[in-house]
């Protein structure tokens, strides 16, 4: 099974800031300190990783069938996990990912209206490869549909006591390979968003301690 990396979270806690709901922005007069910025992009990363995480594992388990069985029982559930994939787990996991990107383009809209050049760049280069982490697991989960329906296609013939044909081995192989790739690509974003994130937070933590 690949495992997608951690995020970097933060160990500040900035109890002066209050937020009421995940996608709530806070005005720009709010957000001249890296310390509320931060604030802000973790409340984003908390609530959508909570549950992208636990559904790319969930993708992952499914998609990571074995191809070799021969017990009917297991052909079985593996269609029906491949249909709870697509009509559960790929729409709920792709919902929370738009909302995040969502929230973190309004988000980006005020940071450009920030005075303070440091704070400013660093908020940019934060919510822009945070912006692409969203991408690259958007990404992915587009490979995971692409992956379902093959697999789909392969448990179908096992299933009907055939042997799939050269063709279908030859596409099954092309798309483990291509799945990793992919996955590779997200924990890549994954490390440069963790590299931006934890500039940003160890700025919010100078500025504490001023």
Known sequence: MNVRKKLWISVFIFSFILLVGCSEVKEVKDMYTASTLSDQIQKIMDQADSIAKKDQIEVDKILAADSNTTDKKKMEQALADFDRLDTKIIPAYEKIL???????????????????????????????SYLKMIDAELAYIAQAKKSSA????????????????????????????????????????????????????QKAGAELQQ
């Open 98 to 128: 738009n909302q995040a990107k969502a929230d973190l383009q309004k988000l980006q809209g005020s940071v450009t209206k920030i005075n303070a050049k440091e704070v400013k760049a660093l908020g940019d280069s934060t919510i822009n």
């Open 150 to 201: 093959l697999q789909r296609d392969f448990f179908t013939t096992l299933q009907k006591g055939n042997e799939p044909t050269n063709a279908q081995i030859d596409s099954y192989n092309q798309d483990i390979v291509q799945y990793n790739k992919v996955f590779d690509s997200l924990n890549a974003s994954i490390d440069s968003f963790n590299a931006d994130w934890q500039k940003l937070v």
